[in-house]
């Protein structure tokens, strides 16, 4: 670089003023700026219809792979957090470290848990330690959508930052919306059930003004999360044992201000969440016959404030700004063991991100995006082992610019961007750190109906991209690797969706989409032993090719005062480890010296499918869902020892709500894992067999 250390990170510090400065001086200028009358705001793929006292968002049909649970759909379901409700998609694979507290991350058709952005209200939730995001923690009780989108969403009018993961999981929780004259909405919930289960929660939204409402949420939650399973070993079952140290004690708090201006709108929210809980561990017994103590516990505290300004200008210029401040804390004990250190380590995340997107409908076919972000991530750790020597302090600087364009030509339409990426990284200790990264990565979508009276559509999508490696891969003590280069994903995908509805018949409606895919995993960061086998680094040497078919089947239909909505989804996908023999080198234990060239990857099935089943009559509703996942293997050979046998659950819930005056009372009774299925998502970790849940629900 041309600038010293000192000069270099002024510089960064008057970028990051200069854009701040930007930001609001665009926003200042937004909302004093007058702009001619629009009866239809259309920001880009999402529409906005205003009507008095409501707003409506219609989306047009997705141009990439999407699926979504919304409303009562999300309601209707068993599943407490978010990480359960995405058990339902296809092409989706949940990570389950067992227990109710357990870690619970996601994987995206078998690209790995660090290439999926996790954004909640509009803004990706970071975690620059591990890279991953642990959706257990993630409450349902306030959701109102969750998607998933393979690649990117369809709308251009985004931050740079939604260009920038292999695929993304949107969470978007409840609006305020007000019936009549109400000023007022008041939402009681009460949860019981297996394992000491105790879970309460509030939300109350009041409307402050004609344009500006208010929602406060709160929620807290208990489990002892003791329940018992069998244990296998060779020749048999042994006896049935208790899964312990699996309990949680949390709080989330979440408050939002929502305003609406003319052709525009704005948000303000902030949240927190605290818990306490134990990681029962792996279930594996010495030879003397003995388990492990298991007795890990982690304390986390999570605090973010964000905002949302976006407002069309003119016919012809929109603006979208966001920001974001969040602070995390993260306490990891794990007491002394016969064969392993105690510990007791303290980490430390800020995060800081600004953005300004803006959106050029320059004809009514043809629009253009640009977008511009900046980041800035610090981790600081402590403890009683290896982090209070050495370690590094990191702090990264990031900037994304992106460049999108959409054009929609009769039946076609085709989207593209190039997103650049600027990655600087620094030490408060001075020490030695990855060298700068600056990468231009590209995408094109198009999607296009043959005929003009169907519902028929073709869709197709190329991506590329990266993920850079996370503090942990480039600095942990030992173990990190600064010279790591970024990881890097190659995405491929064909599709075909249809869509129908239908006015008179037994059928209302059904929707097909199915979409064939071809992905390639390069420089994959794995940890591999060195010429000391008791001292592992992280090492840029796996290659992936990921072939799969993903299809999902929606279909309504209705019997006198009968509906039914049904949901099926089926995923088949190979996931090979192709990197050559020749670049592990002989690294002393790994597994590409044992010759599993060609192998599935861990945990990756290569048949899974799920369905659902909602049956409503009047004031009673009936759920039933079922989820199935295939035969896989624990580690990367694919030999008899390394087997993970297939599991399935059936899972039922019956609802009736009374109407007193203007109130709603709501009971639902859930029984999961009907048939008491032993089963494990993660190797040694068994998951609960049969249990209940009684929830109410009040709404004022």
């Known amino acids: ?222 489990t002892s999360g003791r329940y018992k ?14 899964r312990r140290n699996g309990d949680v004690r949390s709080l989330r708090a979440e408050t939002a201000l929502f305003g609406k201006i003319k052709h525009g709108e704005w948000q303000a929210k902030a949240y927190f969440y605290n818990s306490e809980r134990g990681y029962p561990g792996a279930a594996v017994k010495k030879d003397y016959g003995i388990s492990l103590l298991n007795e890990d516990r982690q304390k986390d505290r999570n605090f973010f404030v964000q905002s949302l300004f976006r407002k069309n200008l003119s016919s012809f210029y929109s603006l979208k700004v966001q920001a974001k401040y969040a602070n995390d804390y993260m306490n990891y004990i794990m007491p002394p063991e016969s064969t392993l250190e105690p510990m007791n380590n303290h980490y430390w995340q800020q995060e800081v991100f600004v953005s300004a997107a803006n959106l050029f409908s320059i004809t009514d076919w043809w629009s253009a995006n640009l977008a511009i972000d900046m980041q800035y991530n610090h981790l600081d750790a402590d403890g009683t082992d290896m982090f209070n020597v050495g370690f590094v302090q990191p702090r990264r600087y990031t900037v994304l610019s992106a460049a999108a364009t959409s054009v929609r030509i009769q039946r076609l339409k085709v989207q593209g961007n190039v997103l650049y990426t600027f990655v600087t990284d620094e030490s408060a200790r001075n020490k030695a750190v990855a060298t700068d990264k600056n990468i231009f990565t590209p995408t094109i979508v198009a999607s296009y109906k043959p005929f003009v009276k169907s519902d028929l559509e073709l869709r197709a999508f190329y991506k590329k991209i990266f993920r850079m490696p996370t503090f942990n891969d480039l600095y942990y003590v030992q173990i990190g690797n600064r010279l790591l280069k970024p990881e890097y994903t190659t995405q491929y995908n064909l599709g075909i969706v249809y869509n129908k509805s239908f006015d008179k018949g037994i059928f209302t409606n059904i929707g097909i989409q199915a979409d064939a895919y071809y992905n390639r995993v390069t420089d994959k960061i794995i940890a591999t032993p060195t010429s000391n086998q008791l001292v592992w680094t992280m090492v840029n040497l796996g290659y992936v090719e990921i072939k799969g078919v993903d299809v999902g089947i929606t279909q309504g239909f209705k019997f006198d005062q009968v509906i039914f909505n049904t949901r099926l989804n089926y995923t088949y996908q190979t996931a090979k480890d192709l990197t050559p023999e020749k670049d592990s080198g002989g690294s002393g234990g790994s597994d590409h010296t044992e010759n599993f060239f060609g192998h599935q990857i861990p945990y990756i099935p290569w048949h899974s499918g799920s369905a659902i089943v909602n049956a409503s009559y009047r004031s009673w509703d009936l759920n039933y869902s079922f989820i199935y996942t295939g035969e896989r293997y624990m580690l990367g050979g694919n030999i008899p020892e390394n087997y993970i046998q297939p599991w399935y659950t059936h899972d039922m819930s019956v609802t009736k709500n009374f109407q007193i005056k203007k109130s709603t009372f709501k009971i639902t009774a859930e029984i999961n894992n009907i048939f008491n299925q032993q089963y494990e998502v993660v190797k040694w970790y068994p998951m609960p067999g049969t249990n209940f849940k009684i929830n109410l629900i009040l709404i004022i």
């Open 1 to 222: 670089m041309f600038f010293g250390k000192q000069q270099r990170l002024r510089v960064r510090e008057d970028m990051l003023l200069v854009v701040a400065l930007l930001i609001i001086s665009l926003t200042t200028y937004a909302q004093n700026t007058t702009t001619k009358t629009l009866s239809e705001v259309s920001l880009d793929s999402l529409k906005v219809y205003t009507m008095p006292g409501v707003t409506i968002y219609g989306r047009r049909s997705q141009i990439v792979p999407a699926q979504t649970l919304s409303g009562e759909q999300l309601k209707k379901l068993s599943v407490v957090s978010v990480a359960d409700a995405l058990r339902y998609f296809s092409g989706v694979q949940i990570k389950d470290y067992g227990g109710i507290g357990g870690l619970k991350t996601v994987n995206v058709r078998s690209m790995g848990s660090q290439h999926v952005g996790v954004f909640f209200d509009g803004i990706q939730i970071g975690n620059a330690q591990n890279g991953t995001v642990d959706l257990g923690k993630f409450s349902l009780d306030n959701m109102e959508t969750i998607s998933v989108y393979n690649g990117q969403k369809s709308e251009i009018f985004q931050s740079a930052k939604d260009y920038a993961s292999a695929s993304a999981v949107y969470m978007v929780t409840r609006k305020p919306v007000f019936d009549d004259n109400r000023k007022n909405n008041l939402t009681l919930k009460a949860k019981t059930g297996s394992f000491d289960l105790a879970n309460a929660s509030a939300l109350w939204e009041t409307k402050l003004s004609e344009n500006i409402s208010l929602s406060t949420n709160a929620e807290f939650m208990y």
């Open 229 to 242: 399973f069998r244990y296998k070993k060779d020749g048999g079952y042994d006896t049935t044992e208790v």
